[in-house]
């Protein structure tokens, strides 16, 4: 039941990258190159955040490595595209996806704090697998097509193999643990 829970909130967070999109809703603009910067150091803050908390509550060795990892990568990205926005002059643009990525994030974090040990580890992790595969999806189907910048577009094409060796560490472990 857990797993349903953590699943479907990270989904519902991250849906927004897509359904925002979507062609059945046409009044949707695209992102533009401002609110897609404010989008990606949303997700990996909130990623940071999900990470930090791993850090603190597991006892599991692999599960903190992963964690720190997590915190690692995605505040270098961070890094990267704030110091690449004040490099280009783009001052990073809250938009409904942006928002419902931190709102969401938010709750699934609440979640997690309320859990221990074993169930908190499982809930972390699959939320880690649900979490990157929607980032990536999001990254090949929103925010790289419609990125203008090319030295954004380029950001972001470099973040995608970061993201995507994430999401098989994330379930190497989540198979470990489900054992």
Known sequence: MLKIIAITITTVALAAFTTVHAQTAPAAA?????????????????????????????????????????????TAVNDKAAALAKKINLTPEASDTSKS????????????????????????????????????GALNTVLLPNAKNAELKALLESGKPIFESHLEHAKTLQKSLNK
């Open 101 to 136: 990525l931190k709102s969401d994030g938010d709750k699934m974090l609440a979640k997690l704090k309320g859990m221990h040990g074993a169930e908190f580890d499982k809930a972390y992790v699959d939320n880690e697998v649900t979490y990157h595969t929607s980032v990536i």
């Open 30 to 74: 695209p992102p533009n190159d401002a609110q897609i910067a404010q989008i990606v150091l949303t997700a990996d803050t909130v990623d940071v955040d999900y990470g930090k908390l791993a850090v603190k509550k597991t006892k599991n060795a692999e599960v903190k490595a992963f964690a720190e990892t997590m915190i690692r990568d995605h």
